[in-house]
């Protein structure tokens, strides 16, 4: 049975750049990975930014998990959100990079240090904790980001582009080590992206900005067959 209450809903939302004005409207179930796609400035990132709080809407309502969220702050939200890259302190080593997702002021009691390992091993980086992150590779760097949204335990996870450095064989470990711990997790999850085989292999469904609008929210399949759009066409490559 479906959830009634939504893990997100954009209510009317508009955001007023000086070149650009981007409108939202949609309602995102609980429980799947959904693609975010578009062309560049479409308004992906901004569409998360305003989830996860890094940007405020100038008019309509944000609502995760059935509640308004104006008046939280990023932290204050149920969310958890993966950048690019830039996602860890370079000075930290690994294992206190991920424990800033469980306390920003570092008291970490020996529960919380096991907490770290087994995120660690749960994301194929065991013993990896006293090292730097300079001294690891992109999709090694992306999974202590991986881990450190583990240990947060936030219903909600945002991802911006999380494959973007990494080359063919990393995107796909990084894309079924994101299954299987959605898998395990049953959160909800949000992954921009730009290449249609990621949403292939990964997506329950598909959100799909045209300049600044959301002109598609649907399920994989229905996403897959549709004909009725040419952004969507260039996207497939059905062009
Ligand atoms: N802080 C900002 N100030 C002014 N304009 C902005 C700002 N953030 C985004 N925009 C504009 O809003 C539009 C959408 O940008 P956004 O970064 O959300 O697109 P995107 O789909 O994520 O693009 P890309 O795929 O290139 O990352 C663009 O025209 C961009 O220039």
Do not use: W, Y
């Not at 796609?37 to 008019?59: Q, V």
């Not at 001294?135 to 973007?164: I, M, N, W, Y």
Request: aromatic share 4%.
């Amino acid at each position: 049975m479906i959830d009634p209450v939504p893990a997100i809903e954009l209510r009317d939302v508009e955001v007023r750049f000086e070149t650009a004005k981007l409108t939202f409207d949609c309602t995102i179930a609980k429980g799947g990975i959904v693609a975010v796609a578009g062309a560049s400035g479409s308004g992906k990132s901004t569409l998360l930014h305003l989830i996860a709080g890094f940007e405020d809407p100038d008019r309509g309502e944000v609502r995760i998990l059935g509640e308004n969220v104006a008046d939280r702050a990023p932290s204050e939200r149920p969310v958890s959100m993966i950048f690019q890259d830039n996602n860890l302190f370079a000075h930290l080593d690994v294992a206190t990079n991920i424990g800033l997702g469980i306390d920003p002021a570092l008291r970490l009691s020996a529960t919380d240090r096991e907490k770290i390992e087994d995120a660690l091993r749960r994301v194929g980086l065991e013993g990896f904790g006293k090292r730097l992150p300079p001294t690891l590779s992109g999709g090694e760097r992306q999974r202590v980001a991986l881990a450190r949204a583990l240990v947060r335990k936030r219903p909600l996870l945002l991802l911006d582009e999380p494959f973007a450095a990494l080359d063919p064989g990393m995107r796909a470990s990084m894309r079924s080590l994101l299954r299987q711990l959605h898998a395990e997790e049953g959160n909800t999850i949000l992954v921009i992206t730009h290449h249609p085989e990621d949403v292939k292999a990964l997506a329950d469904g598909v959100l799909f900005l045209d300049q600044g609008r959301i002109i598609a929210n649907d399920s994989l399949d229905r996403f897959l067959a549709r004909r009725d759009n040419a952004a969507i066409d260039r996207f497939l490559g059905n062009t």
